[in-house]
Each structure stands twice: as structure tokens, then as C-alpha cells.
């Protein structure tokens, strides 16, 4: 009996990867900023659905944020292959996808996106506050973003945005660091709702 993953990704494969719209990481990263300004600006394209176009960035981002990323980035359906955790959080299936992109398909960027008033990130910093235990599943994702939360405890100003920030870069370094990905450029990004801009984190 022919495994349902094999058949998936031997029809995914096929043809051959078409050619991407952005052929390196600093042209895909810029394609994305742009549309993410045009989205912030209020003049979106809104483009179409791509007809077979092939994706250029994955994003990583988060289930909690409210806007998808191709209309804060002022994409087509079909151009960016985006995996979505609370938080961000990895995980091997997030890794494999991330990976598919990037070896089969040729997608030369990772973009991680983190967001604003996180609710994962909230979640968290109560679990930490109060050393409760935490319930089921939601275990998994305290444990991966508490130690950027025990990091940035100290730091004056805002703890849930500090957190936020060093999670998401942690998970970019994470990505980076990893040989599986090293044919594409890797970045992180925190998106504003209030005003629609991402922006870039160091």
C-alpha cells in the first residue's frame, strides 16, 4: 500500500519546482516589505489567487494573530507557504514543513513572524508569574517560550513585548542554526495590528 505522505509529496514534486518569484533572500525579503507597506498604506494590490505560481517566503508565524500573512504582506494565495503555532512554537512537523519548502520547493527565505499582544506569550508570562502547572498540551508551548520570558524578566518596560521579541528571534537563531535550511536566508519580523507594519527584529 502506497503511504498517503509519499504520494503527497511525490504529486507535489513532480514537475519540478517552478520557477520562484524572488531568486534570492534578499529579493524575497524585499518583496515582502514592500507589500507590507502598500498593506500599512491602505493600497493593497489584492491580488488574485497565483495560477501555479510558485511560493517565494515561508513564514512561520503565530494561530493568535488576526490578519493571515498574505494580506499583511499584500500576497496572492499560492505565494508565501505559511505554518501558524501559538507562538511560534517549533516543532517537528513545523520543521518538516519549513524543510519542504526549502529543499523541495527552493524557497530561499524563512520569515518568523511574531505579533503584538500575543496571547500565547500572555499565557506564559502567567504560568511564570505564578509557577502553576500548566494543563494538557499548552505544557509544550510555555516551555518554549518561559525562557525568553525568565531572560527578559528584568528589563524595564513592557515584559509581554520583550518576550515576545526574544522568542521570536530565539526561533529564527533556532532555524538559522539548523543545516537543513542553510540554502535560505532566515529573519524574524514583529507585526503591528494597530498600524499593519512588520517590522525587521536584530
Aim: with cysteine.
Amino acid at each position: 500500500m502506497v503511504s498517503p505522505r509519499r504520494t503527497f509529496l511525490t504529486a507535489a514534486t513532480a514537475a519540478g519546482p517552478a520557477a520562484p518569484v524572488a531568486d534570492s533572500p534578499a529579493a524575497a525579503l524585499d518583496e515582502l516589505l514592500a507589500g507590507n507597506a502598500r498593506y500599512a498604506a491602505g493600497r493593497p494590490r489584492r491580488p488574485l489567487p497565483a495560477a501555479r505560481r510558485h511560493p517565494f517566503a515561508v513564514i512561520v508565524g503565530c494561530v493568535d494573530a488576526r490578519e493571515p500573512a498574505e494580506l499583511v504582506f499584500d500576497q496572492g494565495l499560492g505565494d508565501l507557504l505559511c505554518t501558524r503555532t501559538a507562538g511560534q512554537v517549533l516543532d517537528e512537523a513545523v520543521l518538516g514543513s519549513v524543510q519542504y519548502g526549502v529543499q523541495e520547493l527552493g524557497i530561499r527565505l524563512v520569515l518568523v513572524l511574531g505579533h503584538e499582544r500575543c496571547g500565547a506569550v500572555a499565557a506564559t508570562l502567567e504560568h511564570v508569574r505564578a509557577g502553576a502547572a500548566v494543563p494538557g498540551h499548552l505544557e509544550l508551548l510555555v516551555d518554549e517560550i518561559a525562557p525568553a520570558a525568565r531572560r527578559t524578566r528584568v528589563r524595564p518596560g513592557n515584559w509581554a513585548e520583550h518576550t515576545m521579541r526574544a522568542h521570536t528571534a530565539w526561533v529564527r537563531d533556532v532555524i538559522r542554526a539548523d543545516p537543513a535550511f542553510g540554502s535560505a536566508g532566515v529573519e524574524a519580523a514583529r507585526f503591528d495590528p494597530g498600524t499593519g507594519v512588520v517590522r525587521l527584529l536584530p
